[in-house]
């Protein structure tokens, strides 16, 4: 009985030492015949189709692996780890030489061209500077939930004083030197916040929009004044609002536009159309608060007027005070726009005299 | 206004430095508007006094507003009693018309002894900037400065007859001080006597009347006019003076007899003068108003809660009197000189200024967004922006003012414009967009692409504003069918059809082009698609013409008409310019391409029959034919 055993034993021992056999010869053919296509091969497309031989799925490594469950476990372990390094050594070989080939190519294509020579021009077209400013304020209150809105240049005498808390014969008109086309019906816009009246009158509420613009003044042009100029307004109306929400958002908007640590004061001001009215500076970065040419010795300097919607202008654009309530602020963007991108004359900006640098 | 310091010390106890005065009431409303100066050892604070407020062009208005803000008592200047003023004057006063003028308070004051002013006058004058003249009539402008009530005094036995206020006859002629002459209107409303004009009321005196060397006795008055009566005289006769600043704004007719008071004390003090009497013309008394104040209406505007007590006591120093102080409602009693307090609304700013805009909370709102009402003609400009420059064209804006003759639209007068280059609004864009050509060719640029994007108006019966692009492009080779291309891939880009009429293009040299769109007629056309989706290619099919037609033949209308020939036709194009073959004809070359509207294959069929279809359109519409030579 015994005996029977060790024949069988000695017999599966004889079928055994023929599988490491032809494993061990499997492994060095592959080796064999991947040295002489790799030798022969010139490009990184008959490299790629060895690649795939070889390395793929279906690839001749991947076949010797499937040898392997014939061995016992130790000697799965020395064949594994001679599939393996295989593999390893055929992947890195094939990657040097792909590389080595795709660099000579470069070499080749660039050979014949002088690379410290520049670069053709294309010219694309730049905005005007105060588009560039409206662009940025816009994005900022295009984020708290505002819509641009437009209106006309040629206005009434009811959408630009009336409806605005300014009667016929109030003082404020004194203020504003009005360009009138048809005395005193029709005028050219003093101001964006006609189109705010114009608004409050159509639309649904709650509200929210700002008001980009060009506004008149019969003013003689100047460095700083010019007939024609642009202002930015905005106005929220809504149930509850409050100038604790004006300051909040006037706040939010100077850091935005003049930085985070910026300074700012928020102080009573007088503007027909707005009871409570406000203004908001922001300390004098010249001076730091100490006072200087550029803010007139204040130490601040006026960037806005605000305050909450007067009432008279609410009920004048058939609103009910009582239910709704709102804030509007305004500001001239050429002081902006000329100190952002370092233009000394008003008159410059509208004047087609900003030559676009031709970008190179 | 002019706020000396040492003057303001008269009336209120101030321990703070300049600066600190300024800023307090800066923050208060009346804004710091300059350096704090030095004059004669005196420190002065400038501040803007805003149009609502005429109380505070005063010193006294100023110092009330400080006490209060600094919670200090303020202490009125001495002034003669009103009883004194009895008994009633033999003069009399004629205002023509009571709705120019409220009040017009006089009294007569003898004993007068014209001479220098004491030191102490004569200083504070300086502070202000106001020159010394003489005693009398440094007085009244010391009063003016100190309570805000511009005065007058004549010469009493200078005036003959009657003191009448009445308008001007049209062209009468007056000398006002220092010898301005002027020519007055109706509209001018004066203080005459029998005989001659001694003042344009609210504005200036003239020396017909006024106080000189030899005057005893003078009849001193302040007046309350309508307000835009006299800033309308102020305007046309272009005469700025520190008394129409005042009265061209609302005072109250009170202000005049505390002023007369006041002067009739300075005039006692410095020179032993005494009224011996007055006559007043105040037909009809301003009553002093009372508003109600809700105290959630402080906090609902305000955004802060203040307790009733503060409320109270901030009103009070102000000099508001509150009654009524119920749970949350209070009945408000306004001062005389605060003409500006109308509405409840003006209580909240009252109280909210005294108790510092810098203690409101900074919150942003937590309402849910409105509706998004973003107009949508803005946003088709923004993409035209993106556009143009992307084709390489700078963006430019020019001003609507203008002189342009030349023009095929009627265009828009201003009535009151202050230069013949500004007297009309702008109909094309083209006039100031060659002058920023000018400029680019100024800085030898050989190509010059700019645009513009803004509105231009124009007279049709009513006044038409049209939101309008012009676009100027030039160089050594510019043609007319590269400034067309970009229009139209300008349009097409847009996602809007294309029509003809929403644009033109005018040479400006010969190649030098200007083409003006109007934004507001492509705004309304059809949307198209600018781009397809296609998730394998499409099966395309392309296919030439290579045709002989009359040199009349319009390329537009025969590419047009291929386009309506069948929906399969895709894409339609001129292959190559045409060349003239003879007197008669030229070459047509013509690409297109087929495709089927299900994207399966286009047959050799269907192909044979769309072209056969073309060419016999092509024959019938416009005699073209194939070349023999294809």
Known sequence: MQHVILLSLQRLWKLRKNDVRVMDQQINKVRNTFSELFDKSSSIVSLETIQIEYLGRKGQINHLASQLVKL?????????????????????????????????????????????????????????PTTLVIRQINSFFRYLGYGVYDGPEIETDEYNFQKLNVPADHPARELQDTLYIVEPEYLLRTHTSSVETRAMTKEQLPLQIVVPGKVYRNETAN?????????????????????????????????????????????????????????????????????????????WIEVLGAG??????????????????????????????????????????YSGQLIVKQNT | MKVPINWLKQYVEIAQPASQIASILTSIGHMQDGPIQKVKGGLVIDIEIRQNRPDCLSIVGVARELAAATNVKIQYPQIENTATFSPKGNWKIVVEDASLCFRFNTIKIDNIKVGKSPEWLKALLEFCGMESINNVVDITNYVMIEFGQPLHAFDANLITGD?????????????????????????????????????????????????NSETKSIILEGATYNQASIRRTSLRHAIRTEASTRLGKFLHPQLTSVALCRSAYLLKETCGAKVVASVDYYPKIFEIASLELSTDRILKLGGVKIDNIKISQILQALGFEVRGRSANKLTVLIPYFRTDVLCEEDLVEEVLRMYGYDKIPSVLPNSAPSQDIQSRYFELEEKIRDIMTSLGFDEHITEPLTTETVSNKIPIILQNSLTSE????????????????????????????????????????????????????????????????????????LGKEIHQSDYFIVPIDRHVWYAEVNIDSVFGRGNIDTFSVFTSPPLVVFQDLSLVAPVEARVGEVLDTIRKVDKRIFE???????????????????????????????????????????LNKLKKNFLISLSSKA
């Open chain 1, 72 to 128: 016992s476990l130790s000697e799965k372990k020395i064949f594994g780890k001679l599939v393996n390094s295989l593999k390893q050594e055929i992947s890195s070989l094939i990657d040097q030489k792909k590389l080595a080939l795709s660099k000579k190519k470069h070499q080749t294509l660039l050979s014949e061209i002088d690379t410290t020579s520049p670069g053709t021009k294309y010219l694309i077209g730049q905005l005007h």
């Open chain 1, 223 to 299: 460095a700083t004044n010019n007939s024609m100029f642009y202002q930015y307004e905005g106005l929220r109306i809504d149930k509850n609002i409050s100038m604790a929400h004006l300051r909040g958002t006037l706040d939010r908007f100077v850091r935005f536009l003049y930085g985070e640590n910026t300074k700012t004061r928020f102080r009573c001001k007088y503007y027909p159309q707005v009871e409570p009215g406000a203004g908001m500076d922001i300390q004098c970065n010249f001076c730091n608060g100490n006072g200087c040419q550029v803010c007139k010795y204040r130490g």
């Open chain 1, 308 to 349: 909450m919607v007067h009432p008279n202008v609410l009920t004048s654009c058939k609103i009910d005070p009582e239910i709704w309530s709102g804030f509007a602020f305004g500001m001239g963007l050429d002081r902006l726009v000329m100190l952002k991108y370092g233009i000394d004359d008003v008159r410059k900006l």
């Open chain 2, 163 to 211: 003191i009448v206020i009445r308008q001007a006859r049209q062209n009468e002629k007056f000398t006002a001080l220092g010898e301005k002459k002027l020519i007055l209107t109706t509209d001018d409303l004066v203080i005459a006597d029998a005989e001659k004009i001694l003042a344009l009321s609210g504005v200036i005196g003239s020396s017909t009347a006024g106080v």
């Open chain 2, 422 to 493: 500004k007297s009309m609004l702008r109909t094309t864009l083209q006039h100031s967009l060659e002058k920023v050509l000018v400029n680019y060719q100024k800085h030898r640029r050989l190509i010059t692409k700019i645009f513009e994007i803004g509105k231009i108006f124009f007279d049709i019966g009513g006044f038409k504003e049209q939101r309008t692009l012009g676009v100027i492009f030039s160089s050594s080779s510019a043609q007319y069918k590269e400034i067309k291309g970009i229009i139209t891939t300008l349009i097409s880009q």
């Open chain 2, 572 to 614: 339609v194009e001129l292959g190559e310019e045409p060349k003239i073959i003879d007197n008669q004809n030229k070459t047509l070359f013509i690409k297109f391409s087929l495709r089927n509207q299900n994207d399966s294959n286009v047959s050799k069929k269907d192909i044979d029959d769309l072209r056969q279809q073309i």
